[in-house]
């Protein structure tokens, strides 16, 4: 299909969920930005039925046919694995509910939102659409989203490779890397979470053989590059807006 750049029709409408809040752009076959950025807040509790409605109700007002959205948990296949931050009812400040939880488990978000609004909607997981974003396809590249959590992604010559989720996992101090590097540590106390931010990148970059980091999510431009002068491995900084950018390549790819 030949893109049309100055119409509806070929465009993509972005979506970044985040733990915090949603993000919208329609963007180009590029991957450029055709408009403002607009957000909402994510609902909490957030039941899939209760995601669906939002998400839904902003594709449809798009008119877009085409939409690529990044989720923010374990995401395969069209369904979700495991729900991250989403099954906390009240937000990232809560305990998990294993009712909530159990509810997204399985779910077939992919194929819902096809059926409830009649387009073409690609999902996937929210730090490989930040990868489609920034990778460059060059050698080992690990991408590590930086904002409400902490994701993780893997791309390999320019192929994304399964990664697990990060953010639940044990860091330091009986404290999970999403505790310790994710924006409540940050807000608390900016110095220590920017040193907190450098071993993540320093652990993670080692384990995966990484060539080149790539920090994106909202708190990825609070960093200055010179932190990260003593790793081996080179760190560009890309923000929150690579998995917009990304959301082309899950048709012009």
Same mark, same amino acid.
């Given at each position: 299909?030949?893109?049309?750049?100055?119409?509806?029709?070929?465009?993509?409408?972005?979506?970044?969920?985040?733990?915090?809040?949603?993000?919208?752009?329609?963007?180009?076959?590029?991957?450029?930005?055709?408009?403002?950025?607009?957000?909402?807040?994510?609902?909490?509790?957030?039941?899939?039925?209760?995601?669906? $409605?939002?998400?839904?109700?902003?594709?449809?007002?798009?008119?877009?046919?085409?939409?690529?959205?990044?989720?923010?948990?374990?995401?395969?296949?069209?369904?979700?694995?495991?729900?991250?931050?989403?099954?906390?009812?009240?937000?990232?400040?809560?305990?998990?509910?294993?009712?909530? #939880?159990?509810?997204?488990?399985?779910?077939?978000?992919?194929?819902?939102?096809?059926?409830?609004?009649?387009? #073409?909607?690609?999902?996937?997981?929210?730090?490989?659409?930040?990868?489609?974003?920034?990778?460059?396809?060059?050698?080992? $590249?690990?991408?590590?989203?930086?904002?409400?959590?902490?994701?993780?992604?893997?791309?390999?010559?320019?192929?994304?490779?399964?990664?697990?989720?990060?953010?639940? $996992?044990?860091?330091?101090?009986?404290?999970?890397?999403?505790?310790?590097?994710?924006?409540?540590?940050?807000?608390?106390?900016?110095?220590?979470?920017?040193?907190?931010?450098?071993?993540?990148?320093?652990?993670?970059?080692?384990?995966?053989?990484?060539?080149?980091?790539?920090?994106?999510?909202?708190?990825?431009?609070?960093?200055?590059?010179?932190?990260?002068?003593?790793?081996?491995?080179?760190?560009?900084?890309?923000?929150?807006?690579?998995?917009?950018?990304?959301?082309?390549?899950?048709?012009?790819?």
């Amino acid at each position: 299909m030949t893109p049309v750049e100055d119409s509806v029709f070929g465009q993509i409408l972005a979506i970044d969920i985040g733990a915090t809040n949603i993000k919208f752009c329609r963007v180009d076959y590029q991957g450029t930005l055709l408009e403002s950025i607009r957000r909402k807040p994510t609902p909490y509790p957030c039941s899939p039925e209760r995601l669906v $409605e939002l998400l839904s109700e902003r594709i449809l007002r798009s008119k877009v046919e085409w939409v690529g959205v990044g989720f923010p948990g374990e995401f395969d296949e069209g369904h979700v694995i495991r729900p991250g931050n989403l099954s906390r009812p009240g937000g990232v400040t809560t305990e998990k509910d294993p009712g909530l #939880d159990a509810r997204w488990r399985g779910f077939a978000l992919q194929n819902v939102l096809r059926v409830t609004t009649r387009r #073409d909607v690609r999902v996937i997981n929210d730090a490989k659409l930040a990868a489609l974003g920034c990778c460059d396809g060059g050698g080992v $590249e690990l991408v590590l989203t930086l904002g409400t959590g902490l994701g993780l992604a893997l791309s390999v010559d320019g192929v994304l490779q399964r990664a697990r989720d990060v953010g639940a $996992e044990w860091f330091e101090d009986g404290l999970t890397y999403d505790m310790l590097v994710g924006e409540h540590a940050r807000s608390v106390d900016e110095m220590a979470w920017s040193a907190k931010v450098v071993k993540a990148v320093k652990n993670f970059s080692e384990e995966f053989g990484a060539t080149k980091v790539h920090l994106a999510g909202g708190n990825a431009r609070r960093l200055a590059p010179g932190v990260f002068s003593a790793l081996a491995c080179r760190v560009e900084i890309d923000g929150n807006q690579a998995p917009l950018h990304g959301a082309a390549k899950l048709f012009y790819g």
